[in-house]
């Protein structure tokens, strides 16, 4: 029996809190991840090869990023990676929103 695409909708919007919820606990433990990097001396592979080859010694530091270093300047520590982390889901979030919604998939099956 069909419901006017009601059902589609109400399935929808369940897993919607779900999805929010996990990607704010994810944001939420960044602080944490961050510092385990630090403590098992963690670094990027990207920078691991350009010590290998010498790039690294040559290179001069440039900061034009909106958050160097996965950090917002001025605010350091465990609550700069929490802010970045935050900002960086949500901007995620909205992008492939928005991407979704030029592409026209709003997540019906029946299509």
Do not use: C
């Amino acid at each position: 029996m069909r419901d006017g695409g009601r059902g589609t909708r109400d399935r929808k919007r369940e897993w919607l809190p779900r999805a929010i919820a996990v990607l704010l606990t994810l944001a939420l433990l960044a602080p944490v991840f961050g510092w385990a990097a630090g403590q098992v001396g963690y670094a990027e592979p990207l920078e691991n090869a350009a010590e290998a080859t010498g790039a690294s010694e040559h290179a001069e530091r440039v900061d034009i990023a909106l958050f160097p270093d996965y950090d917002v300047p001025g605010l350091g520590g465990p609550a700069g990676t929490l802010v970045s982390a935050i900002v960086g889901t949500a901007l995620t979030l909205i992008v492939a929103t928005g991407i979704g919604r030029l592409l026209g998939t709003d997540g019906d099956e029946t299509r």
